[in-house]
């Protein structure tokens, strides 16, 4: 299944999302895959609740970000200041 | 009202329950504990410091007497969550900051529990998943009228569901940025950070200060260090009555100089108990404990209310406890010992309320450095019950008093 790499803890633990079953798991930094980096999509597997398999999904992140980006776009064209700005 | 020794009774067995844990998958059960917040545990009355800047602009806004408002420091878990309230002039005002982890709804249920169904303000500080965790659920299930973020964004499904949820529903957006002032009723928005956004720097927070009267509060998201250095360079005056502690209280956040020029008299972190990453951290708790801050945390004192009329203010919690520096790292406290602040061990001492000095009044519960001095001008008493006479000690402070077993007439 999909993992996401959240953010990374304290220089050494990554959070990694996993949408399919609700979960966070937290590993330490040096068990990612090289290259991985906050906002990384994984392959991975889980066994007895512990990730077990974790493989970096390239195409995956570079398609999530374009999606994000996107979308980012169009919200900022919403970006028309608060109602509350006194200055 | 909780007899004190059932109190002590409520810190011993907590402190019991503070197991050290080092799980690698972090709890996910929703928080239901989360009404029925009663218990007063502190009051305190602000000192003016004579350093304070410009008192005609503080007498000014103070002139006119101003509802209450309320803050929310929810207890969410590994995450983070607060929500505002007050009323002006008959219009009802909510603000919420943060909403969570992605993968509770205890956000949600608490704004059901407090009848919210507007919010005024709904901010994203940064968009990590334990901070923007609720919000896209917040934005569809309440009317929400404007969302603000740092700008920084994120490629999780989280946050992909956010902006979703701000292009289907009618909120507006925007993204502060430092020096931007609001005023949403009575309430003063400042913002601290950012300057501008890197996108490379998830931690660059909204970070921003809210004043209601007389009294201050500044929260920063995970702003680090370094982000908050950069605050206290500005020409924004930091200080504030409440500090929200950066990061779930990590050592990658609360600088020694950040934290002296807010000066706080209370902070507050946000953190779940025996989370993965020990927050909050040994140097931030002992920073605190030593520059005489009252320290409170989520994981110890569950949800953590502020009540204040722009003047005074008081800390509300649902369990009682005191926060000690863990002796490694990460390691929970282990053994609770009441403060000479305060707890008092029951019985076993007397005070004399004829005689104590004006700081060992304050010892006891209710009385902050206004009402000791009122205490003194009122002297002599012959009974406790005659503590009455000072202005906010009704029957059910007065009841808290005598449970407290500490304030007594000399004989």
């Known amino acids: 299944m999909k993992g996401y790499l959240d953010r990374i803890e304290e220089n050494r633990h990554a959070v990694i999302i996993v949408e399919e079953i609700n979960k966070e798991f937290i590993i330490p930094f040096n068990q990612l895959p090289k290259e991985s980096s906050a906002g990384s999509y994984f392959d991975i597997s889980i066994e007895n609740g512990k990730i077990i398999s974790i493989t970096l999904n390239e195409n995956e992140t570079i398609s999530q970000q374009q999606k994000v980006d996107d979308m980012m776009s169009k919200i900022r064209k919403k970006n028309s200041g608060s109602k509350f700005k006194k200055n | 009202m909780y007899p004190f020794k059932q109190t002590f009774f409520a810190i011993y067995f907590f402190a019991t329950l503070l197991i050290i844990g080092g799980c690698s998958q972090e709890e996910n059960q929703p928080n239901n504990n989360i009404e029925n917040i009663t218990k007063t545990t502190e009051e305190t009355e602000i000192n003016r410091d004579e350093d304070t800047p410009s008192p005609t602009e503080k007498q000014e806004k103070a002139t006119h007497s101003l509802s209450e408002l309320t803050v929310h420091y929810m207890d969410v878990g590994q995450a983070d969550s607060t929500l505002l309230q007050y009323t002006d002039k008959g219009e009802e005002y909510t603000i919420l900051i943060d909403a969570g982890n992605w993968n509770r709804d205890d956000v949600i249920h608490y704004l059901h529990s407090q009848n919210i169904s507007e919010i005024d303000i709904a901010i994203g500080t940064h968009p990590d998943a334990d901070h923007i965790g609720q919000l896209d659920k917040v934005i569809s299930t309440f009317s929400v009228g404007e969302v603000w973020m740092s700008g920084n964004t994120s490629t999780s499904q989280t946050f992909q569901r956010l902006l979703q949820a701000i292009d289907q529903n009618e909120v507006d957006y925007y993204e502060p940025r430092r020096g931007d002032e609001f005023k949403v009723g009575p309430l003063q928005i400042d913002i601290l950070y950012p300057i501008s956004v890197s996108e490379n720097d998830n931690e660059e927070s909204i970070s ?175 009974s406790i019950d005659e503590l009455s006479r000072i202005k906010g000690i009704g029957p059910s402070r007065m009841e808290d008093i005598k449970a407290q077993n500490l304030a007594c007439v000399g004989g």
Do not use: W
């Open chain 2, 208 to 382: 921003l200060k809210l004043t209601y009267g007389e009294v201050s509060f500044v929260f920063t998201g995970d702003a680090s260090r370094n982000d908050e250095l950069r605050m206290i360079n500005g020409s924004i005056d930091v200080d504030a009555a409440i500090l929200h502690l950066g990061h779930h209280g990590s050592n990658t956040s609360t600088h020694p100089a950040f934290l002296k020029e807010v000066s706080p008299e209370i902070a507050i972190y946000s953190a779940g108990k025996d989370n993965s990453y020990g927050h909050p951290h040994k140097e931030v708790v002992d920073l605190i404990l030593g520059s005489n801050i009252r320290l409170y945390g989520t994981d110890v004192h569950g949800t953590i209310i502020v009540k204040t009329d722009g003047k005074n203010y008081e800390v509300l919690t649902k369990k009682d406890g005191k926060i000690t520096p863990p002796t490694s790292g990460r390691v929970p406290l282990s053994k609770p010992e009441p403060t000479k602040k305060d707890k008092q061990e029951p019985g076993d001492k007397c005070m004399n309320i004829n005689t104590a000095s004006f700081e060992q009044l304050q010892e006891i519960i209710h009385l902050g450095p206004a009402r000791a001095k009122e205490l003194i001008n009122l002297r002599p008493f012959t």
